[in-house]
């Protein structure tokens, strides 16, 4: 499959309009893997005037129809999906394996959808008076700016591309710096299934530049970001001075609490495993481990051979299991972790250093911290980095004080044997979702957000519809 790495605007693959690019590198050996457009003004408008144009036609589209083309491209991405893993690997780093699963979970937001795109229903009320009929539509918003990240360069631009084309709206997509090719691929399979020209778009270049052109553009309706806090907060001030509507994902730092009757041994393999898919990468990735005092010393215990016995290496290799940090960035940052932590008092349990294997690439060994304590940054700021910090609570009301003294409200973890507990800790954590005795709760079918710092809006689900579309009502009196 030839890899994209051009931008499509209104149903063409074009480079920048003064011919700037942007090098992509492969974070395995630090080489130069590709280049795309650097975008310019002239091309952002041609975008928007695109997109303005195209969801004028698309939402007269009837609902089946716009079902029967999210379901083509559906098919489409699994056909390709080990091309596009590839393409995801080189450029992002994961395992090429945990890439194909990606890249499968990008095909079902598409299958999701064309489902949920013949399911946008309206209502009835009956009023005070029968002379007047209460009507309530549900239309689609218009013209969608979206902003998606690296760490899943194919599911999270899908989560966006999917319900807006659903529900009659268009998009401008502008994938992550680091892993644009991705979205460029899933953009091709959506312009070869019968997607009309314009109704998505995806462009290349500074994002700072790209988002503050988009965004003041009044053809814009609505905008949508998967990022970091401060991203969100600029892109929150952008929306307000145009009064848009927005949905943000903004990150998070999930707490796993991990009770006494907990199949211990057990939580901590899944617990290990679920922290290190993605090399720690992930929003809700589990992130911060309390366990009970009595278990503390068991779970931390089987984390550790679990963590010892991953392989490390370029994530082209089937054989595997963690690749490298997608950036020098996320590195540096994991080293400034570490250290920080250590200085504080933290336990090496194992790991700790970037791997000495690899004279390239950003590698860095599993780690494992006990002893971690409040003070330490690691506890509190969002780490996206291969190290697992595990404290001890004394009991529910001690575990959920940790666990909710943090800025972040995305996703918690519950490893327990008894209902009550179950149901006590899930009411009682501040977050947008749970798992219980997993981690593994991201799905097409289900709405995915956070509280507090880590956003607002749901994606997934019957509730990620609702944000590309807007209520008329009428009232009409006969």
């Given at each position: 499959m030839p890899v994209p790495n051009l931008m499509l605007i209104d149903g063409e693959w074009v480079p920048s309009s003064d011919g700037r690019t942007m090098d992509i590198i492969n974070p395995a050996n630090e080489e130069r893997a590709d280049a795309v457009p650097a975008a310019t003004a002239a091309d952002l408008d041609r975008a928007l005037a695109a997109a303005d144009r195209a969801w004028r036609s698309w939402r007269e589209v009837d609902a089946w129809s716009r079902s029967a083309v999210l379901r083509r491209v559906a098919a489409l991405v699994r056909e390709r999906a080990d091309d596009i893993a590839l393409v995801l690997t080189e450029e992002q780093g994961k395992p090429v394996a945990e890439a194909r699963a990606e890249v499968n979970a990008a095909a079902d937001q598409f299958d999701w959808y064309a489902d949920e795109?013949?399911?946008?229903?309206?209502?009835?009320?009956?009023?005070?008076?029968?002379?007047?009929?209460?009507?309530?539509?549900?239309?689609?918003?218009?013209?969608?700016?979206?902003?998606?990240?690296?760490?899943?360069?194919?599911?999270?631009?899908?989560?966006?591309?999917?319900?807006?084309?659903?529900?009659?709206?268009?998009?401008?997509?502008?994938?992550?710096?680091?892993?644009?090719?991705?979205?460029?691929?899933?953009?091709?399979?959506?312009?070869?299934?019968?997607?009309?020209?314009?109704?998505?778009?995806?462009?290349?270049?500074?994002?700072?530049?790209?988002?503050?052109?988009?965004?003041?553009?009044?053809?814009?309706?609505?905008?949508?970001?998967?990022?970091?806090?401060?991203?969100?907060?600029?892109?929150?001030?952008?929306?307000?001075?145009?009064?848009?509507?927005?949905?943000?994902?903004?990150?998070?730092?999930?707490?796993?609490?991990?009770?006494?009757?907990?199949?211990?041994?057990?939580?901590?393999?899944?617990?290990?495993?679920?922290?290190?898919?993605?090399?720690?990468?992930?929003?809700?990735?589990?992130?911060?481990?309390?366990?009970?005092?009595?278990?503390?010393?068991?779970?931390?215990?089987?984390?550790?051979?679990?963590?010892?016995?991953?392989?490390?290496?370029?994530?082209r290799d089937p054989a595997t299991?963690?690749?490298?940090?997608?950036?020098?960035?996320?590195?540096?940052?994991?080293?400034?972790?570490?250290?920080?932590?250590?200085?504080?008092?933290?336990?090496?349990?194992?790991?700790?250093?970037?791997?000495?294997?690899?004279?390239?690439?950003?590698?860095?060994?599993?780690?494992?911290?006990?002893?971690?304590?409040?003070?330490?940054?690691?506890?509190?700021?969002?780490p996206f980095c291969p190290v697992a910090p595990i404290a001890p609570f004394s009991s529910l009301d001690d575990a959920l004080a940790q666990a909710n003294a943090t800025e972040f409200g995305l996703a918690g973890y519950i490893f327990t044997r008894d209902l009550?507990?179950?149901?006590?800790?899930?009411?009682?954590l501040e977050a947008g979702m749970i798992g219980v005795n997993n981690l593994v709760i991201a799905a097409a079918e289900a709405p995915f957000g956070g509280v507090k710092k880590s956003g607002f809006g749901r994606e997934g689900g019957a509730e990620g519809l609702d944000h590309y579309t807007v209520p008329k009502y009428v009232n009409m009196l006969l």
């Open positions: 795109a013949r399911r946008i229903y309206g209502r009835t009320v009956d009023g005070h008076s029968r002379a007047h009929r209460i009507l309530v539509w549900r239309e689609p918003i218009g013209p969608v700016a979206a902003f998606s990240p690296w760490n899943f360069p194919a599911l999270l631009p899908a989560r966006k591309v999917a319900p807006a084309v659903a529900a009659g709206c268009s998009i401008i997509v502008k994938p992550a710096s680091e892993a644009p090719r991705t979205m460029l691929c899933l953009a091709q399979a959506c312009q070869d299934a019968g997607i009309p020209a314009g109704v998505v778009n995806v462009v290349t270049g500074s994002s700072a530049f790209i988002s503050r052109h988009l965004i003041a553009s009044d053809i814009i309706r609505k905008v949508t970001l998967t990022g970091s806090v401060p991203v969100g907060q600029e892109l929150l001030r952008l929306c307000a001075e145009g009064v848009k509507p927005c949905t943000m994902e903004l990150g998070g730092h999930s707490p796993v609490l991990v009770f006494e009757d907990a199949d211990v041994e057990r939580a901590a393999e899944i617990a290990a495993r679920g922290k290190f898919r993605n090399n720690g990468q992930v929003c809700i990735a589990a992130s911060r481990f309390y366990v009970h005092e009595a278990a503390a010393d068991r779970f931390t215990g089987r984390f550790v051979e679990v963590a010892k016995s991953l392989r490390l290496g370029d994530g299991e963690i690749g490298p940090l997608a950036n020098r960035r996320r590195l540096e940052a994991t080293e400034a972790f570490v250290q920080d932590a250590l200085d504080k008092g933290a336990r090496l349990e194992c790991g700790g250093r970037r791997d000495p294997a690899f004279s390239r690439g950003f590698y860095f060994q599993p780690t494992v911290l006990g002893a971690a304590d409040p003070s330490m940054k690691i506890m509190h700021e969002e009550r507990t179950a149901f006590l800790a899930a009411e009682g």
